[in-house]
């Protein structure tokens, strides 16, 4: 199985773009305002117009006003949410969207208990905790605490970049894979060749697998 990649914290039509042609299945958008990655409406339309055939958007949110959510929704063609924050399962199914649910990982953290929670979860993204950041630390956290076997589909995050990614994909064989700052330049700002070489990492961790 070929492992997904998404890449999130666009904040630039033409990188957006750059990264759907590389290969990138998902581009993430950041409805969050605390972030060096948030964008507005107008900025995430012209994004998505701009985007390719087959390329998934998924809007990030972080313990957001519905009526905001909403707003979002009605205006830019979104594809899939995802949820950052302490949402509880029913505030991410109102909207009758798919869904990925972000898990902070720590010791201790039940697994199995979230996959009952989100049952109708599109999947598990699992970040690294941080006490005062909701995702985008560049933090790694340790990949032991995944379980073998999840009822959902395992999206992996927190400081990938393209010296990790062929090891995240052969070690713990995600459905999918989602970087942001390991691709970056700046905060907010892609850069083109660390992209291209995260996705090369991507499928050769693919190639060793099957």
């Known amino acids: ?72 929704l009605a205006k830019v063609n979104i594809d899939c949410l995802q949820f950052h924050g302490d949402e509880p399962a029913q505030a991410c199914r109102m909207y009758g969207k798919r869904y990925l649910k972000a898990v902070r990982m720590q010791a201790g953290l039940d697994i199995p208990t979230l996959t009952r929670d989100y049952y109708d979860a599109d999947g598990l993204l699992l970040d690294a905790f941080h006490p005062d950041a909701k995702g985008g630390t560049g933090s790694q956290f340790d990949w032991g605490l995944i379980p073998k076997q999840c009822d959902l589909p395992i999206i992996l995050a927190g400081g990938l970049d393209a010296n990790n990614a062929k090891q995240a994909v052969q070690t713990v064989r995600p459905y999918g894979v989602d970087v942001s700052s390991g691709v970056e330049a700046g905060k907010g700002v892609k850069d083109a060749l660390k992209m291209a070489a995260f996705i090369k990492q991507v499928n050769e961790g693919d190639r060793v697998i099957t």
Request: aromatic content about 8%; some cysteine; hydrophobic content about 50%.
């Open 1 to 72: 199985m070929r492992t997904r990649v998404k890449i999130c914290g666009f904040t630039c039509v033409e990188e957006a773009v750059f990264a759907a042609h590389l290969g990138a299945d998902a581009i993430g958008l950041v409805f969050y305002p605390p972030s060096p990655r948030n964008v507005g409406i107008p900025l995430a339309i012209e994004i998505v117009n701009a985007l390719p055939a087959f390329t998934t958007v998924v809007a990030l949110f972080v313990d957001e006003q519905e009526a905001r959510i909403r707003e979002v």
